[in-house]
């Protein structure tokens, strides 16, 4: 094993944790990723590894190592990628929210890989906080205000937002038609992933934002059961227009309040500060702002 191949084993051993997931990550034998480490130790002259029976982390000399060898993997990818007709390569981790999977990413994927063939996609669906080192996930999708980390985030849209009602809803409680009308109505609450508490309901109301909040039967951390919820009558949703459009042709769900519409939430890609934006992450990022602005058709600016 060459020395540019022993830095990518070990920088996956740093960021996974572990012998056993850095070897399936890469494709190689738990003995080779172990020797490669011992190898390594032996031709620096100190331990960059801490190891237990349950893990494995880095020693003060690793930690230093491994920032400088993302460095250098990251500067020879880019040198790599500058020569004409070199297109990105290698597996590509994403984490994305559900509804943002199904609607965009999933629909439109064939024409990235066909654009590009050796990046080996691999996905998973989640709203929860993501430690993109540890879990050895390159980037994750996720649609609302950002909570302070120590990521880079960039804006790849805004989603227009709709207030919604099931007819069953309406012929019970009534149509209201301005936000102060909302007495003796209910929502479905969402449980914030970030907070645990219930997200108001929003309205623009003569060029300021109200919140409001109004009792929730039930509450769901769910974008789907959510939806659901709306659908069989149990209160007022807010979701974006996109995963509306189809109930609302149906009929399953009313849109109220129009001319009060809550405000745009942003969708947008998080990836490590620590590690340089890999070719790979940069044309999967500049692809989905191109999907989005292409099928929902609103602006969208970088973050």
């Known amino acids: 094993m060459d020395r540019f191949d022993a830095m990518r084993v070990f920088c996956r051993v740093v960021e996974r944790r572990s012998f056993t997931l850095a070897a399936e990550d890469t494709g190689l034998p738990r003995s080779t990723v172990t020797d490669a480490i011992?190898?390594?130790?032996?031709r620096l002259g100190v331990r960059v590894l801490q190891r237990t029976t349950r893990h494995v982390s880095p020693t003060l000399d690793g930690e230093a190592y491994y920032q400088r060898c993302l460095r250098i993997l990251s500067d020879i990818e880019d040198a790599e990628g500058a020569f004409a007709g070199a297109k990105p390569k290698g597996v590509l981790r994403v984490d994305?929210?559900?509804t943002l999977a199904r609607h965009f990413v999933l629909p439109n994927l064939p024409s990235f890989l066909e654009t590009y063939p050796e990046i080996e996609f691999q996905m998973t669906e989640g709203d929860r906080f993501v430690d993109l080192i540890r879990e050895g996930i390159d980037c994750v999708l996720r649609v609302g205000t950002l909570q302070d980390s120590d990521m880079i985030a960039r804006r790849v849209a805004m989603l227009e937002e709709v207030t919604l009602a099931a007819p069953a809803y309406v012929e019970r409680f009534g149509m209201p038609m301005h936000p102060d009308a909302l007495d003796g109505?209910?929502?479905?609450?969402?449980?914030?992933?970030a907070t645990g508490g219930l997200l108001p309901l929003e309205f623009e109301v003569g060029g300021t934002v109200r919140e409001i909040t109004l009792p929730a039967t039930i509450?769901?951390?769910?974008?789907?059961?959510?939806?659901?919820?709306?659908?069989l009558g149990?209160?007022?949703?807010?979701?974006?227009?996109?995963h509306a459009e189809d109930a609302l042709e149906a009929g399953q769900l009313l849109h109220i309040l129009k001319d009060f519409p809550p405000t745009r939430t942003p969708v947008s890609m998080l990836y490590p500060r620590s590690r340089q934006l890999s070719p790979r992450v940069r044309v999967f990022i500049d692809w989905l702002v191109r999907v989005f602005a292409g099928q929902i058709g609103v602006e969208t600016r970088a973050g």
Request: charged share 20%; aromatic share 10%; no cysteine.
């Open 219 to 231: 509450s769901v951390n769910a974008a789907e059961s959510y939806f659901v919820a709306a659908k």
């Open 185 to 193: 109505h209910r929502m479905v609450g969402f449980r914030s992933s």
């Open 234 to 242: 149990l209160g007022l949703i807010q979701v974006p227009r996109y």
């Open 96 to 98: 994305v929210h559900g």
């Open 38 to 42: 011992k190898q390594l130790e032996a």
